[in-house]
Every structure is written in C-alpha cells, then in structure tokens.
C-alpha cells in the first residue's frame, strides 16, 4: 500500500536550519504534486509549499525566502528549512496529490489505482 514517510524534524535554536524528507513507497508509478503542510498547536493546518511534476513550486508567504521544496525523484521531496524563527514551531507534514499506484496483494493479484495521501507528521520546535 502507499505510504509516505517523513524524517529531519527536531529541536533546534531560533535562526537554525533542518531539512525535511519524505520518501513515497508502495508501488508508486506517479505522482502529480507533492507538498509540506504544517500545524501548529491550535491553530488550521496550513499549507507551506508545494512543487507539481514539471518543477513548479509554490510558498506561503511566511516561509518565501527561507524555505526551498523539491522534488528529488518520482516520490521524494524535501524541504530545507533556514533562519527558523518560534513561528515555525509545528508538525509538518507531507502530502502527495493524484498518486497513480500499482502494487500486488496477498492473493498476487494487481491492485491499481489513484489516491491523495498523507504522510504521519514531522515535529519541528524552534527555541527562542
């Protein structure tokens, strides 16, 4: 089955840098988009970047400048994350958009498809 999995969070200062990756697997043949959301505590999930198949990338406003997402395979992106501020305190996560899929079953038998998935989330703290 598809899953996505995200590596890189962590602690660090205020004015640091981590890099974020997710890796897709489970019979992925495409992928149409692939972006990083976060959450923060008590506050809407929101989107932080996203880059489609042809390398067009997109960003909040907040992060322009700081944070650079791309597409390192088919199924891989990453997000470097510099000049991290208090703000950016939150649990990324990664999302892949119309992923076409095929993968056999138990039974050998082809299970194909299309789907949006979600991967389990990355916390990044940033003290101040």
């Known amino acids: 089955q598809v899953r996505l999995v995200e590596s890189g969070g962590g602690l660090v200062q205020s004015g640091g840098s981590l890099r974020l990756s997710c890796v897709g697997s489970?019979?992925?043949?495409?992928?149409?988009?692939m972006a990083w959301h976060r959450q923060a505590p008590g506050k809407q999930r929101e989107l932080v970047a996203v880059?489609?198949?042809?390398?067009?990338t997109s960003y909040a406003d907040s992060v322009k400048g700081r944070f650079t997402i791309s597409r390192d395979g088919a199924a891989t992106v990453s997000l470097p994350l510099n000049s991290l501020n208090h703000e950016d305190t939150a649990v990324y996560y990664c999302?892949?958009?119309?992923?076409?899929?095929?993968?056999?079953?138990?039974?050998?038998?082809?299970?194909?498809?299309?789907?949006?998935?979600w991967g389990q989330g990355t916390q990044v703290t940033v003290s101040s």
């Open positions: 880059v489609n198949k042809g390398g067009t």
């Open positions: 999302y892949a958009d119309n992923v076409s899929y095929r993968y056999w079953n138990d039974d050998d038998a082809p299970v194909v498809g299309r789907g949006n998935y």
């Open positions: 489970g019979g992925i043949l495409s992928i149409d988009a």
